[in-house]
């Protein structure tokens, strides 16, 4: 069985605070990928950067306290990619892919379009040119699992109240439309659908600050696991962890019946 974890941590130092690092110690995982670490690498403590059983590889912003992607694993990957080749992306720490074997596993975080109409901006722009990234990374023969943080609910059963939200950032149109192109037209599978196809609140995993949106499971799903069909058709369970909270996102976990 191969384990995958993925979360936005909001702040790596804040969600170890929280009991990020312990949690992590009993869920027996293989992979787990970080998104927002909200740290340089003299940030880290060594708990942080490798904590026990595990290695951590890291792709930080430039900007001090913002985004960054990391990976933590149980065994050496052949090659490590940090980052996409394009500067102003690169920049921000969005982008870290580990390769074990035929199997490529990616922290991604993509942007938010959220706080402002230049960020959204920014946002469709990452979209568009990481679209071939993915076309590439599919038609590359191997397996690959992309975990992140999306920022985009895809449908309506992956938020609560998606018909105040159709004119809101993550829930636009022209986000869920280009999510549609990486589904049906690229061929990627969202696993956890795959497996849950009619779940509504237990698929959340995002919940605003804001009012009571947590106690009231008013939440996205804005955190995925898009696969590769060979490695997607082995997902036995995947689920959304929400008895401690680290962030104002929930770690999704995946089993594959995978050796590869």
């Known amino acids: 069985m191969l384990r995958i974890i993925t979360l936005n941590l909001n702040g790596i130092r804040s969600a170890t ?26 940030d880290l403590s060594d708990a942080m950067r490798t904590p026990a059983g595990y290695t951590g590889y890291f792709h930080h912003a430039e900007k001090k306290g913002y985004s960054g992607v990391g990976v933590y ?29 035929q199997l490529s596993v990616v922290s991604l975080y993509l942007p938010s379009g959220s706080s402002s109409e230049e960020r959204q901006q920014i946002k469709f722009s ?13 038609a590359s023969g191997r397996e690959v699992v992309i975990c992140g943080d999306w920022n985009i609910a895809h449908k309506e059963i992956d938020l609560r109240n998606w018909k105040s939200n159709q004119k809101n950032s993550g829930f636009l149109p022209e986000e869920r439309a280009w999510m549609t192109r990486v589904l049906d037209e690229q061929g990627w599978i969202d696993v956890y659908r795959r497996l849950h196809p009619d779940a509504t609140d237990a698929c959340y995993t995002w919940w605003s600050n804001r009012g009571q949106a947590w106690a009231k499971n008013v939440g996205w799903r804005l955190d995925y696991q898009l696969a590769t069909p060979g490695i997607a058709a082995t997902a036995r369970e995947a689920r959304v962890y929400k008895e401690q909270r680290f962030s104002d996102h929930a770690p999704l976990t995946v089993d594959y019946d995978w050796a590869g």
Do not use: N
Request: with cysteine.
């Open 17 to 42: 605070t929280k009991g990020f690092i312990d949690w992590l110690g009993a869920q027996h995982a293989d992979i787990v990928c970080l998104q927002e670490l909200k740290a340089h690498a003299g």
């Open 73 to 101: 694993a149980r065994r050496a990957p052949d090659r490590v990619v940090e980052g996409l080749g394009i500067a102003d992306i690169d920049a921000e720490g969005r982008f870290l892919q580990l390769d074990f074997g």
């Open 126 to 138: 990452f979209m568009e040119r990481f679209l071939p990234h993915m076309e590439k990374l599919h």
